[in-house]
């Protein structure tokens, strides 16, 4: 009897010990915030720079996203995604994220409804339609992809559903789940930024007109100053007031001292992004003549390039994916009758870089771009951002651009110059090409200056793109201005203002904001053919081997303890 009483009060014991444990845990755990990520890619590890900003808040960030009702699966799970990273955030940032989500038709009328959509356009939130079929019906809805990220009096509207040519549905919502941690504290790095960083665009040698890069110009204006420069005018360019340089389709040669004063720049610290055409590619002169011979640009950069760690080679790539142009095919009651065909000089490229600049881009539309060489110094690390497809092939100078090619038989195994480099990004110590030619006038100059030669840089990075068109907005007759990336003929808009902003920011951007846009998430897919054909024996196996199981461990336990006290008997 007292070795039953003793047992009786030692399960007792245990079994305070383990709630009083149990409860003990679920204190700390309320106080500390602690998570393991044990999958493969690290989805759940915060880059340290999102974290480095998350812990230097030094006011709340609200962010109200849109994403909220009964949506499809992919969608439900973005929103729970978004809601997880959310959530990670307001921990790591000492809850100075506050966040809800919002269904725009939950407790609201139509009036309210009807208000609340025109409130959200007029912050540039716009939805999309979402089509769904099931087998016994078909839905449409309206979705809102997106959060609304606000500091203080500053508002900043992301995108948080990446769209991408030639994927499937499963493949772009992965992707968006993949880049939701660099679309969030990309917003929120802009919202709380003070201080703007400095961008002058080089005028003086008849560059793109600024009307063909509003709308590039006008996006950067939003969270950088933007300015042209003419550089010859300019006594120096001073790299401690500009933070990026920005030389965009210039059409006449640059002067040895223009060059001097752009090499002198990197030297010390400033960043370039260098947008540049060859050859004069101007699709304006087919609307006169069905051929004409592109003559080079003698832009005065090659020297200048080379030292650098790349060359713009003279010619033109000709790629199998690429843009059609329209073109009179007949005549019905004396009105002309048109036909797209391929034009070859117009590549689409498909990203295919692991960089964070290009990493889950759309296609980006090029306009007769040449191709670049990675050359000379091996000091300075390159890495290709933007090439052709393997179904590629250059012409080089003299080259003539023939309407009438677009009615010939494009054949795969004529593009035998596959993954041509159109794009490049440079980084590490750069050498000036001017070391050991600097004349005595230049030297006196710099000296009443105050301004002392450098030879080598520190760590710099300049990237260049061997097309100034990329970031060209077409205009209609009437004025009207497109978005930069859109092709008329098609009504496509290509990923050419995000590549080019990702190059901005990479570029000047200290925080590394942009590294967390390198994250990747495998998409494991299951295989719906299977799931249909196997799903009665699934829901099986899932409802009767539990209760299977239950059933065995009890019968084994009795069996156990009525073998135990018998022995005892």
């Known amino acids: 009897m007292v070795k039953r009483n003793k047992k009786v009060r030692n399960a007792i014991l245990l079994i305070a010990a383990v709630i009083l444990g149990l409860g003990l845990i679920n204190v700390l755990a309320t106080q500390f915030f602690y998570r393991v990520d044990l999958t493969a890619e690290k989805r759940y590890t915060l880059a340290n720079s999102t974290k480095k900003i998350l812990q230097?808040?030094?006011?709340?960030?609200?962010?109200?996203?849109?994403?909220?009702?009964?949506?499809?699966?992919?969608?439900?799970?973005?929103?729970?995604?978004?809601?997880?990273?959310?959530?990670?955030?307001?921990?790591?940032?000492?809850?100075?994220?506050?966040?809800?989500?919002?269904?725009?038709?939950?407790?609201?009328?139509?009036?309210?409804?009807?208000?609340?959509?025109?409130?959200?356009?007029?912050?540039?939130?716009?939805?999309?339609?979402?089509?769904?079929?099931?087998?016994?019906?078909?839905?449409?809805?309206?979705?809102?992809?997106?959060?609304?990220?606000?500091?203080?009096?500053?508002?900043?509207?992301?995108?948080?559903?990446?769209?991408?040519?030639?994927?499937?549905?499963?493949?772009?919502?992965?992707?968006?789940v993949a880049l939701l941690e660099y679309n969030l504290i990309d917003a929120i790095s802009r919202s709380i930024q003070n201080k703007r960083k400095r961008i002058a665009v080089a005028d003086g040698n008849e560059e793109m007109p600024p009307g063909y890069m509003m709308d590039f110009i006008k996006t950067l204006s939003k969270d950088f100053d933007v300015a042209p420069v003419n550089i010859n005018e300019m006594l120096r360019l001073p790299a401690d007031k500009i933070d990026l340089l920005m030389i965009i389709k210039p059409t006449i040669a640059f002067s040895e001292p223009e060059k001097f004063k752009i090499d002198q720049f990197i030297m010390n610290g400033g960043k370039t992004l260098?947008?540049?055409?060859?050859?004069?590619?101007?699709?304006?002169?087919?609307?006169?003549?069905?051929?004409?011979?592109?003559?080079?640009?003698?832009?005065?950069?090659?020297?200048?390039?080379?030292?650098?760690?790349?060359?713009?080679?003279?010619?033109?790539?000709?790629?199998?994916?690429?843009?059609?142009?329209?073109?009179?095919?007949?005549?019905?009651?004396?009105?002309?009758?048109?036909?797209?065909?391929p034009w070859v000089f117009f590549p689409v490229l498909m990203n295919t870089s692991s960089h964070p600049i290009a990493k889950n881009l759309d296609a980006i539309l090029t306009l007769f771009p040449s191709s670049l060489d990675t050359v000379g110094n091996h000091e300075i690390r390159?890495?290709?951002?933007?090439?052709?497809?393997?179904?590629?092939?250059?012409?080089?100078?003299?080259?003539?651009?023939?309407?009438?090619?677009?009615?010939?038989?494009?054949?795969?195994?004529?593009?035998?110059?596959?993954?041509?480099?159109?794009?490049?990004?440079?980084?590490?110590?750069?050498?000036?090409?001017?070391?050991?030619?600097?004349?005595?006038?230049?030297?006196?100059m710099m000296d009443s200056l105050q301004v002392k030669f450098r030879a080598q840089s520190e760590e710099n990075k300049m990237i260049v793109v061997s097309d100034g068109d990329i970031v060209k907005n077409p205009t209609s007759k009437k004025d009207i201005s497109y978005p930069c990336g859109y092709y008329p003929f098609t009504r496509q808009t290509?990923?050419?203002?995000?590549?080019?902003?990702?190059?901005?920011?990479?570029?000047?951007?200290?925080?590394?904001?942009?590294?967390?846009?390198?994250?990747?998430?495998?998409?494991?897919?299951?295989?719906?053919?299977?799931?249909?054909?196997e799903a009665n024996k699934w829901r099986i196996i899932n409802i009767f081997i539990p209760l299977v199981l239950i059933l065995l461990i009890g019968i084994i336990f009795n069996y156990v303890r009525e073998k135990k006290f018998s022995v005892k008997n």
């Open 274 to 341: 260098w947008l540049l055409d060859a050859l004069d590619g101007d699709i304006d002169s087919l609307r006169r003549r069905k051929e004409y011979i592109a003559p080079d640009f003698p832009l005065n950069l090659d020297d200048q390039l080379f030292t650098y760690g790349v060359r713009l080679n003279k010619n033109f790539i000709e790629d199998y994916s690429c843009a059609p142009l329209p073109m009179v095919t007949g005549y019905v009651n004396n009105e002309p009758q048109y036909q797209l065909f």
């Open 56 to 176: 230097n808040l030094d006011d709340y960030v609200y962010v109200k996203c849109y994403l909220k009702g009964d949506y499809p699966s992919g969608f439900r799970r973005l929103q729970n995604s978004t809601q997880e990273i959310l959530e990670e955030f307001s921990h790591v940032g000492a809850g100075k994220i506050r966040y809800e989500f919002i269904d725009v038709k939950e407790g609201r009328n139509e009036q309210q409804q009807k208000d609340l959509r025109k409130q959200l356009e007029d912050k540039g939130i716009n939805p999309i339609r979402l089509n769904t079929q099931s087998d016994d019906n078909y839905k449409e809805q309206i979705v809102y992809p997106w959060c609304l990220v606000t500091y203080r009096d500053k508002e900043v509207p992301v995108f948080i559903l990446n769209n991408q040519m030639g994927k499937s549905s499963e493949e772009q919502l992965n992707n968006s």
């Open 382 to 444: 390159k890495t290709v951002l933007l090439q052709s497809s393997k179904y590629s092939r250059v012409q080089y100078s003299p080259v003539s651009v023939d309407l009438r090619m677009m009615k010939a038989q494009l054949q795969p195994s004529y593009f035998n110059k596959p993954n041509q480099i159109v794009s490049v990004l440079l980084e590490g110590d750069f050498r000036s090409p001017y070391v050991g030619r600097i004349t005595p006038e230049t030297f006196a």
């Open 494 to 533: 290509f990923a050419n203002k995000d590549f080019l902003m990702n190059c901005v920011k990479y570029l000047i951007d200290n925080n590394g904001v942009i590294e967390s846009r390198g994250k990747e998430i495998k998409l494991r897919l299951l295989d719906n053919p299977k799931v249909k054909e």
